[in-house]
């Protein structure tokens, strides 16, 4: 009998905070004992057995790491680490195999592994890894955590998927990054209201910025030219004079 984590509607917004890692590997019982036991050291797990369904998962939600097989029907785990490696925004990889030459070991970390075990392995290490894995990777913003009972936002051809922490205009998916997502969320949160870049920043991730600081107007320039069609002339990121940066929700498309 596959085992499922479950948890109470109390325990949502810690549940987002929880690590949330992927197991991806063929062997039904390796992803029922990997599950078991990964959740019972309070992680928050899902599982599939290929590259095409992990794809779509990865296309429907957030997860923190991905425990990768190598060998896989289809796409084998090495294709799949390189081409995630490609994306700034694929969560870190573990790779598991039962080859433990060095030759192997090497061609993982080589093509983006972040970790590398060879099995059979005492899942007490992979945990110990996996925790290893997560101290080494920049913290998610405070903004940027899903939210999975925020209704998504519309605003011209454009939505805003809280869980996803992403973007979709007219039904496209655009991925975003931590930075940006993070920012979105906050012009959105408070849409119509003016907010200065010391209020952004705080709001973002509780840092008070020095008045001479610009990362906050790189970003805007950033999403403008993810939302504009001429991000010289916004119509939905708009710069108020002398108060801050707006998101205008009913601006007329152009």
Not at 49 to 75: C, N, R, Y
Not at 93 to 116: F, H, K, P, Q, W
Not at 213 to 241: A, C, F, G, H, M
């Amino acid at each position: 009998m596959q085992y499922t984590c479950s948890f109470s509607n109390t325990a949502v917004d810690l549940l987002m905070l929880t690590p949330k890692i992927l197991i991806v590997d063929d062997d039904l019982r390796i992803q029922s004992l990997l599950k078991r036991y990964l959740c019972d050291q309070g992680f928050v797990v899902e599982t599939v057995g290929d590259g095409e369904q992990m794809t779509k998962k990865l296309a429907m939600s957030h997860f923190d790491l991905i425990v990768l097989d190598w060998m896989l029907p289809g796409e084998d785990g090495l294709s799949i680490c390189m081409r995630l490696s490609n994306d700034d925004n694929s969560p870190p990889i573990i790779m598991l195999t039962a080859n433990g030459t060095e030759d192997s070991r090497i061609s993982g970390l080589e093509v983006g592994a972040d970790d590398y075990m060879a099995k059979p392995f005492n899942p007490r290490e992979l945990v110990a890894r996996i925790h290893a894995v997560l101290r080494r990777r920049p913290q998610l913003l405070p903004a940027a955590i899903p939210v999975n009972n925020k209704p998504p936002m519309k605003f011209g051809p454009y939505q805003i998927n809280f869980l996803e922490r992403c973007l979709y205009k007219d039904n496209c998916k655009i991925n975003l990054t931590d930075s940006e997502f993070a920012l979105l969320k906050v012009l959105a949160d408070y849409a119509g209201t003016p907010l200065s870049r010391e209020r952004l920043g705080y709001l973002i991730d509780g840092r008070v910025l020095d008045p001479l600081n610009r990362s906050i107007d790189l970003q805007i320039s950033r999403l403008r030219r993810l939302l504009e069609s001429d991000p010289t002339k916004p119509s939905y990121l708009q710069t108020v004079r002398g108060l801050g940066y707006m998101l205008v929700f009913n601006a007329d498309s152009e």
